[in-house]
């Protein structure tokens, strides 16, 4: 008798992500059995698995573990934190929680409009040529005259430790960003690369300290504080629900 999984696809401007809940149903995951969901062919498909817990903090409400689709494990995903922002609302009604991850506590909270805003912790920066943030996982950022003229995949080769974003600033509340993410590849939308993008351009004075951040799965707003906070606000959909049974996760041991 197989075991039947139940999981959430939820996405956040494009950045789409398979959610499964081991408070309700104990799951522990091989790094082959996260590509093998995570496969959009042969499994349900994902840019990251996203496995909730029970918090150890007495702070948060939840823990996020996350994975990207190659099976490594991340320690931030900021489209992913306002996902589960969006969860809690549906499931619980309620429009605040903390997040306990790998990178911090992070707060959320649900607007109106479809809109999630969370705090995606502290940024750093530990590099200036090139440009390189830290914000709970780490993002070297490359600002360029126009996207077009650059070729994302080749400044990504050699560098699959680390995201890769390139960063067109059009006026000082507007940035265009296209991001390689590590263990995914390229990605309709990164959140915590928007963040690093502002971050970046801020070293320069080139934006101001509150700026939209466009990708191809929509635009992120991004606060970067006098402390380095940093919040961003974004869409964040509940897309189905689903299960699949553990011939899935058996079949990829194979």
Not at 172 to 185: D, F, M, P, Q, Y
Not at 206 to 222: A, L
Request: with cysteine; charged share 20%.
């Amino acid at each position: 008798m197989h075991m039947v999984y139940d999981f959430v696809k939820m996405q956040g401007n494009g950045n789409d992500f398979v959610i499964l809940d081991s408070r309700v149903q104990s799951i522990d995951l091989t790094p082959s059995q996260v590509c093998k969901i995570s496969d959009r062919n042969c499994g349900i498909g994902c840019d990251q698995l996203i496995i909730l817990h029970q918090p150890t903090s007495d702070q948060a409400d939840v823990r996020m573990a996350i994975y990207n689709a190659d099976g490594s494990k991340v320690e931030a995903c900021g489209n992913a934190t306002r996902c589960i922002g969006r969860l809690w609302n549906v499931e619980y009604g309620k429009k605040q929680l903390v997040v306990e991850t790998v990178a911090g506590l992070l707060d959320v909270q649900v607007l109106d409009g479809g809109l999630v805003s969370a705090g995606v912790g502290k940024a750093e920066v530990i590099a200036t040529e090139p440009i390189t943030v830290n914000i709970g996982n780490p993002h070297v950022i490359f600002l360029e005259q126009d996207l077009k003229e650059v070729e994302l995949t080749d400044l990504s080769k050699g560098r699959e430790d680390i995201n890769v974003g390139i960063a067109q600033i059009t006026d000082r509340s507007t940035i265009l960003l296209k991001v390689w993410e590590r263990g995914v590849g390229y990605t309709k939308s990164c959140g915590t690369g928007a963040c690093a993008a502002v971050v970046a351009a801020l070293l320069h004075n080139m934006v101001e300290s509150s700026c939209k951040v466009v990708q191809e799965g929509g635009t992120i707003t991004v606060e970067v504080f006098s402390d380095q906070q940093v919040r961003m606000i974004g869409d964040a959909t509940l897309v189905f629900r689903g299960s699949f049974n553990d011939s899935l996760l058996v079949a990829n041991e194979e």
